[in-house]
């Protein structure tokens, strides 16, 4: 196996999204964009996506690390505006593109062209959060998009089962495809539902922590693997099970979650990178099947198919976002009163990505009986043209977009006295803490080191007191180890109010990530401190 193309495409690609760091052009823009140019360059190999790779491969963790940085709360709470895109929005777009393929290209059978429209219904998860990450969304609309880009390849690779089995001979069924979409419903978030708490308690009982991460890391995989063997949606287990142990990430070792993060930053940076870089490098097996639809009749139909997917989200979105707040009285005491501005993001912001495109190169090349599949390289090139006018255009005006609509910023005053009294509350707690344990002789420290633990909340940055020498007659613990475990108790306290508060929803999970770390990096100063 020649090694050197993939090394290529990793440093390759993970060079440029660094660079587009200090550009204003969205990193996933400049990757497929060099890739689109790269891919005609002399002795650049094919890199062909493999849907046997991307989709049991490079989805897991790409779904993995998106989903555990979600909130499990604000997704709860935005589960109906959620489910209206990532199950309906899907099985809508699916029927009107391939409605719109079936009359717009001459003898386009109604079941290829529903395989058409099913393989370009989901916006992307890697695109969606990466734009979302770099534009700073509203935290309502953010939380909509990733929670749709989360679950809906689960829709879309059913709906696109189904009108494959149509397409090549095997007599599908309205009741069958019901079926199988429940079942894959389901069956995956059965299996996550079953996985998630045995993951959780291995997590939480090895004491290693590169043995924790590497659990960590085959984590999606078990999920993905385990609930394709039931022929359920691997993708709805992977987004579960990380829905679950990002919620109760805080139970984890702070080690562990230090290693954790870093690494989880670094796989999702190299594979979010290759994806994008790997989409632009498909043009010139792309356009090689082309064959008798070259020319302006391909761009006709590229044209008129990326018309109709962005008619149709925008088709779909304001309806759904309106309508149900009309007849429901229940929903508009519920939930917060949506905006046109708010429509008009989540309308634009539908990027479809890597996953279209290896589903679209899953399409077998002949049906039963041996003929080929009717327009096979057609509905490649259409799901390419798709995914790149959809990352090109929309990718590229959505931030200015967002600028123009004056969305009202987060509140810095308001986010800091936040946090200022989760602290202060978490602060009192620890303190308690330290005062009920200096009770028990076995946790005697000299007097500097006890005003220090009192102090450590508002002085984190001083300079390393002096450790003594003694040892605790109770317990045999040196100064330094009843320093560690009397620290570590107190961080403890503030962690489980920091917790506390997120889950009454004083403050959000974002925040509780950033205060948590700033306790795990505390925690690992006070090891090293005290030797």
């Known amino acids: 196996m020649d090694v050197m193309p993939l090394l290529l495409l990793v440093a390759g690609s993970a ?76 099985l809508f777009a699916t029927v009107v593109v391939g409605w719109a393929v079936y009359l717009i290209v001459p003898g386009m059978p109604l079941p290829a062209a529903l395989v058409l429209g099913a393989v370009v219904a989901p916006p992307d998860a890697v695109a969606a959060t990466a734009v979302a990450r770099r534009v700073g969304l509203p935290s309502r609309i953010t939380t909509i998009l990733q929670g749709e880009s989360l679950l809906n390849d689960a829709t879309a690779i059913t709906a696109y089962k189904v009108a494959l089995a149509a397409a090549v001979g095997e007599g599908a069924t309205w009741v069958g495809g019901i079926e199988e979409f429940l079942l894959a419903a389901v069956g995956g978030v059965g299996v996550g539902l079953i996985l998630m708490a045995p993951l959780h308690w291995l997590r939480t009982h090895l004491k290693e922590p590169l043995l924790q991460n590497t659990l960590s890391l085959l984590i999606p995989f078990v999920a993905y693997g385990v609930a394709e063997q039931f022929h359920a949606s691997g993708v709805l287990a992977v987004v579960v099970v990380a829905l679950y142990l990002g919620h109760r990430a805080w139970e984890v070792d702070f080690a562990t979650r230090l290693q954790e993060e870093a690494v989880w930053k670094m796989v999702a940076f190299i594979l979010e990178s290759a994806v994008f870089a790997l989409i632009g490098l498909q043009l010139p097996i792309v356009l090689r099947g082309l064959g008798q639809y070259a020319g302006a009749e391909a761009a006709w139909y590229a044209v008129a198919v ?22 429901s009285a229940r929903i508009r005491e519920r939930e917060s009163n949506p905006t046109w501005r708010g429509a008009m993001v989540t309308s634009w912001a539908g990027m479809r990505g ?14 039963h009986g041996g003929g080929a599949f009717p327009h096979r390289n057609l509905i490649l090139f259409l799901t390419f043209t798709t995914v790149i006018g959809t990352l090109v255009v929309q990718g590229l005006t959505l931030p200015p977009l967002i600028r123009r609509l004056n969305f009202p910023g987060r509140d810095p005053q308001a986010e800091t006295l936040a946090e200022a009294n989760a602290q202060a509350q978490a602060s009192r707690s620890a303190e308690a803490r330290l005062d009920e344990l200096l009770t028990d002789d076995r946790n005697e420290l000299p007097p500097p080191l006890a005003d220090r633990l009192r102090t450590v909340l508002e002085r984190r940055r001083n300079a390393v007191w002096e450790r003594l020498g003694q040892t605790n007659p109770v317990t045999g613990e040196s100064v330094d180890d009843t320093y560690r475990r009397l620290s570590s108790e107190m961080i403890s306290a503030e962690r489980t109010v920091f917790v506390r508060l997120r889950d009454h929803r004083y403050i959000d999970d974002e925040m509780l990530r950033t205060l948590l770390r700033r306790l795990d990096l505390e925690e690992a100063a006070a090891y090293r401190e005290a030797g």
């Open 15 to 90: 060079a440029i999204a660094a660079a587009a760091r200090r550009t204003p052009v969205p990193a996933p823009l400049l990757l497929v964009a060099v890739g689109l140019v790269v891919s005609y360059i002399p002795g650049i190999p094919d890199y062909t996506l493999d849907p046997e790779v991307v989709l049991p491969l490079l989805l897991p963790p790409l779904l993995y690390t998106s989903a555990s940085d979600s909130s499990y709360l604000d997704l709860r709470a935005q589960m109906r505006p959620v489910a209206l895109l990532s199950v309906g929005y899907v």
């Open 306 to 327: 990326f018309l109709v997917v962005v008619a149709a989200r925008f088709a779909w979105v304001y309806p759904g976002t309106f309508v149900p707040r009309i007849l």
């Open 354 to 367: 890597v996953v279209s495109l290896a589903i679209a190169f899953s399409i077998p090349v002949t049906v």
